[in-house]
C-alpha cells in the first residue's frame, strides 16, 4: 500500500467527462515547455531566498521555539483561543479536525492529556464572544491573537473584548496569558508585545495571507493540542522532494495545478470545491477554497461568485445545477483510524440490505464510487486525492502539495503579480 498521497486527474479527461468539459492529454504536453520555465524561474527565487513558503518546514529556529513553548504550556491552561480572521482561523481549526479527536474539547482535562480545549475566533461577533466567554475561565485561558499586519481591526477588537474579562479576572497577572502571532517588527501588536513584555512569534513578512498554515499561525496550536507536529513537517519536507520535478505529469503539484488552470482558462471551470470522503477533512474544504481563491485567482475574484460557504456538496444539488462551472477534488483515505463491522440486522429490509455485515469502509468505499460514478455520468471535472491514511506525516504532504500547486498555477495565470 502507497504510504504517501496520491493524485488521480482521470476524472479531469475527456476521456471520462467528454471533450467540452474535460481536458486533453496533450492540452497538459501543451504545459511541459511553460512549466519547464516557471520551475527554473521558482527555483533562482527560492536560492534567492524570496520563496520562503517553500522552506517552512525547514525553519529549525522557528519551529524549535514553537515546540519548547507549547511544551512549557501542557498542563498549564485548560483553554486556547485563537483570535484571527479567516486567513489565520481556517487552517489551524482544519488541522485540528483532522488529526484531534472529533470529541477533543469535551474530554476531560485529564483525558486530554493536559492538552487545552482549542477555540477559534474569526471575527467580532458579540453573541459568539459572549457565549464563548460564558464556557470558558478566562484565568485558565491561553488567548492568541493573530495578525499579520498587527493591525487586523477585527482581530483586535476580539481581543479588547477578552482582555477586559481577563483583567477581571486575573488583574496584573493578565500577560501570561497572551501572546501574539504577528509580524517580527511592524505592527501595533509587535509594538504592545514590546512595550508590555508579551511573548510574541513571527510571521515571516514574505509569508502571504493564504500560506500561513506551517508558520507559527498553524504549528503553534497544533502543538498545543498534542498534534505531531514532527511528523506534519516531515510529511511537508517528503512532498518537498517529490515536487523537485519539473515535468509536469511526474510533479504531484504542478499536475494538480496545470489541471485547474486548463479547465479555468479553457473550460470556464473556476469554481473549486473539495468533496472530502470522512467529517475530519471537511475543515479542509473551507480552507483550500478559500486559500485557492485567495492564492491563485487574485486578479480574477472580482469577475468571480464566491464559493459556497458548505464544507462540501450534495451531490443531488450537484447534478440538479444548470451551470457546470465547477472542479472537483474528492479526498478520500485507504485506511481510517477506526475499523467497524455493521451488525447483520433487518437485513430482510431493502435499504438495509447495502450496509449490513459491511466494513466500514466498504460504506466509505462505496459512497466515494457512487460520488465518482455521478460526477462522470453529469460530466463533472473531478480529481481524486488519496490519503493512504488520515496522520500529520499525510496531512503534511497535502499542505505542502496544494501550496506549491497554488504557486505554480499563480504563475501560469499572472506570472507577474503573484505575491507570496
Not at 482549542?118 to 493573530?146: K, Y
Not at 513584555?197 to 502571504?208: E, M, S
Not at 485557492?292 to 480574477?300: D, F, I, K, S
Request: aromatic share 8%; proline share 5%.
Amino acid at each position: 500500500m502507497s504510504t504517501t498521497l496520491r493524485l488521480d486527474i482521470t476524472g479531469a479527461m475527456q476521456s471520462s467527462v467528454g471533450r467540452r468539459d474535460g481536458i486533453s492529454e496533450a492540452q497538459l504536453a501543451g504545459l511541459q515547455s511553460r512549466t519547464r520555465r516557471i520551475h527554473e524561474s521558482l527555483k533562482r527565487r527560492r536560492q534567492a531566498g524570496e520563496l520562503v513558503v517553500y522552506d517552512l518546514p525547514y525553519m529549525r529556529e522557528s519551529i524549535i521555539e514553537v515546540m519548547s513553548f507549547a511544551g512549557e504550556q501542557i498542563g498549564r491552561f485548560e483553554n486556547y483561543v485563537h483570535i484571527g480572521n479567516s486567513a489565520s482561523t481556517l487552517g489551524p481549526r482544519a488541522l485540528h479536525c483532522a488529526l484531534n479527536h472529533p470529541f477533543h474539547n469535551h474530554f476531560t482535562d485529564k483525558d486530554r492529556g493536559g492538552y487545552p480545549r482549542l477555540f477559534f475566533v474569526d471575527g467580532f461577533d458579540p453573541d459568539t464572544l459572549n457565549g464563548l466567554l460564558a464556557i470558558i475561565d478566562p484565568r485558565q485561558t491561553l488567548f492568541n491573537i493573530v495578525s499579520k499586519s498587527g493591525d487586523s481591526a477585527e482581530a483586535i477588537a476580539s481581543f479588547l473584548f477578552f482582555l477586559g474579562a481577563l483583567k477581571k479576572r486575573a488583574g496584573e497577572t493578565w500577560r501570561r496569558q497572551v501572546i501574539f502571532t504577528t509580524h517580527p517588527e511592524d505592527g501595533d501588536l509587535r509594538t504592545i508585545a514590546r512595550s508590555e513584555r508579551i511573548k510574541a512569534f513571527a510571521i515571516h513578512p514574505l509569508v502571504g495571507n493564504g500560506f500561513l498554515l506551517l508558520t507559527p499561525v498553524g504549528l503553534l496550536p497544533a502543538a498545543l493540542s498534542g498534534i505531531d507536529v514532527h511528523g506534519l513537517l516531515h510529511g511537508a519536507i517528503e512532498m518537498d522532494g517529490a515536487c523537485r520535478s519539473n515535468d509536469v505529469m511526474k510533479n504531484p503539484a504542478y499536475l494538480f495545478g496545470a489541471g485547474h488552470f486548463l479547465l479555468d482558462t479553457l473550460k470556464v471551470k473556476r469554481q473549486v470545491v473539495m468533496l472530502p470522503s470522512v467529517d475530519c477533512l471537511q475543515d479542509f474544504s473551507l480552507w483550500f477554497q478559500r486559500f485557492w481563491r485567495l492564492a491563485v485567482q487574485v486578479e480574477l475574484s472580482a469577475k468571480l461568485p464566491a464559493p459556497r460557504a458548505s464544507a462540501t456538496e450534495n451531490i443531488s444539488e450537484i447534478i440538479s445545477e444548470k451551470v457546470n462551472d465547477k472542479v472537483f477534488t474528492l479526498l478520500s483515505a485507504d485506511r481510517y483510524r477506526h475499523e467497524t463491522i455493521l451488525p447483520v440486522e433487518f437485513q430482510a429490509q431493502k435499504s438495509f440490505q447495502s450496509s449490513v455485515g459491511k466494513t466500514s469502509e466498504e460504506i466509505l468505499q462505496n459512497r466515494q464510487q457512487t460520488v465518482t460514478e455521478t460526477l462522470i455520468s453529469t460530466r463533472r471535472p473531478h480529481l481524486n486525492l488519496t490519503f493512504p491514511a488520515i496522520r500529520p506525516e499525510t496531512v503534511g504532504e497535502f499542505i505542502y502539495m496544494m501550496q506549491v500547486a497554488a504557486v505554480y498555477a499563480g504563475e501560469l495565470h499572472q506570472p507577474a503579480d503573484l505575491r507570496l
